[in-house]
């Protein structure tokens, strides 16, 4: 195991899981958001910085192993996905996830590559691979500047038809400057409910809201679809945490970690309606700790931490901290009908 991994193989973290964390966490855990890449997928010499740590793969040996570390003696499954980079090799990544999730206790969704995918083999995967969903990306529009990639260049009509036609799920990081508060985010998530009532669509980390005024009001008129969910994945902020709890359906919510980065150390913190991370060692996205005044566990643990207090804090019981936790989420994978057996698709060529 090497060190970046802020598990219970440090005794710091295991003080923090037994003190405030083991009496909280439930038995079953479904981790809705998991980037798997095997060795290869990612350009030689071109590691992905982890919080600052550059890993060259992280695949699901090395999953099962820092799930065992990180909840101890609970049951733990994942919704997994590629790593989207363009540079990345996105088909051998699907490959290798469509041929190990099940193995792994894992469920599989696919990357999407607007651009480079065409209809039918994102069908042909829909139908008759692993594939319960998608996940599509704001690089893959490769726009020189990521805040102009709009939800319908990433997430184009054709894919959303054969999803609805798949019931499948939509893993979707919104894209833009402002995020889940942007009004053309707002204007194509609904429309996208609205129109393909079949598919499930997660926004990614609460819509991205680190802060608490990016999720202020912003769910009001989201939260009406049914077939639309947030996952937790990332976020560090009790408050964010604690008005999604009392304002989205409970039922709709799901927890989730986006590991390997949730394993760094680091916490996502806000400062002046903004937020940035905050790590013990350069990273680009991250102010760091450079006169070493900090000792950090995983954003993960910060998670859980902010998990808990924000149930805590609304008396959530302890049905809907364990449905958060797994019920959702399994209700959500199990609803297309497949699993065992995959069920015909009415999606036709255009
Ligand atoms: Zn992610």
Known sequence: ????????????????????????????????????????????????????????????????????????????????????????????????IAEHA??????????????????????ADLASRQFLGLKPYPDYVRKPDLNEVTVEEMLPPWAMEIADAHRAIIMLHIPRRERLADALNQAHVAAYCERYPNTAIVLAHIGRAYFLK??????????????????????????????????????????????????????????NDQYTYVTPVPW?????????KLRFTSFLYEELRAIKKAATRLELDEDAVRSIFYGNGIRLLTRTGRGASHRAAHWEKP
């Open 284 to 292: 680009k996205l991250s102010i760091s700790d450079e006169h070493r």
């Open 102 to 123: 099940g193995e792994n206790d894992c469920f599989a969704l696919r990357l999407l590559d607007p651009l480079n995918d065409t209809p039918d083999t994102v069908n």
């Open 1 to 96: 195991m090497s060190m970046w991994r802020e598990t219970t193989q440090h005794e710091r973290n295991r003080i923090i899981w037994e003190e405030e964390l083991e009496s909280f966490v439930p038995d079953q855990i479904l981790d809705f958001h998991v980037h798997i890449w095997n060795a290869g997928v990612a350009p030689e010499g071109k590691p992905f910085s982890c919080g600052g740590h550059p890993i060259t793969k992280y695949d699901f040996d090395d999953l099962r192993g820092d799930l065992e570390l990180t909840f101890p003696r609970r049951n733990t499954k994942a919704v997994c996905f590629g790593f989207p980079d363009p540079t990345y090799n996105l088909v051998a990544n699907n490959d290798y």
């Open 214 to 271: 990016n999720v202020l009001g912003k769910l009001d008129h989201l939260r009406e679809f049914p077939n639309l969910y947030v996952d937790l994945a990332m976020v560090n902020h009790w408050e964010v945490m604690e008005y999604t709890f009392a304002q989205f359906p409970l039922d709709r919510i799901l927890f989730g970690s986006d590991i390997p980065i949730a394993l760094a150390p680091g916490k996502s913190v806000e400062i």
